[in-house]
Nanobody, 120 residues
Framework: QVQLLESGGGLVQAGGSLRLSCAAS????????LGWFRQPPGKERERVAA????????YYRDSVKGRFTISRDNAKNTGYLQMNSLSPEDTAVYYC?????????????WGQGTQVTVSS
């Protein structure tokens, strides 16, 4: 089992930045790929970014490329999502997830989510 806990969400004005953290406990964090997902109000959950266990490979959905950066610190058992130039369309509950298969998933373990609200 891997337990994941997100933090860093909040309310920010458009154009602002937030840094989300995902603290992992349980099994060896470095054995898992890490993904960040979000679920906007009234919409389905979507994958935002992902990173391989080593950090060598990353994925970003088109709408966040150049604005969001995913990273991880395996020594600290923590993953991060740096979000810059935020817009109201980024408003969502953000979840981190871990996959034993790879950054493409499937993702077996999920955090409880953190709310990100971007005001215009």
């Amino acid at each position: 089992q891997v337990q994941l806990l997100e933090s860093g969400g909040g309310l920010v004005q458009a154009g602002g930045s937030l840094r989300l953290s995902c603290a992992a406990s349980g099994r060896t964090f470095s054995n898992y790929a890490l993904g960040w997902f979000r679920q906007p109000p009234g919409k389905e959950r979507e994958r935002v970014a992902a990173i391989s266990w080593s950090g060598d490979y990353t994925y970003y959905r088109d709408s966040v490329k150049g604005r969001f950066t995913i990273s991880r610190d395996n020594a600290k058992n923590t993953g991060y999502l740096q979000m810059n130039s935020l817009s109201p369309e980024d408003t969502a509950v953000y979840y981190c997830a871990a996959s034993s298969t790879g950054q493409s998933g499937p993702y077996e373990y999920w955090g409880q989510g953190t709310q990100v609200t971007v005001s215009s």
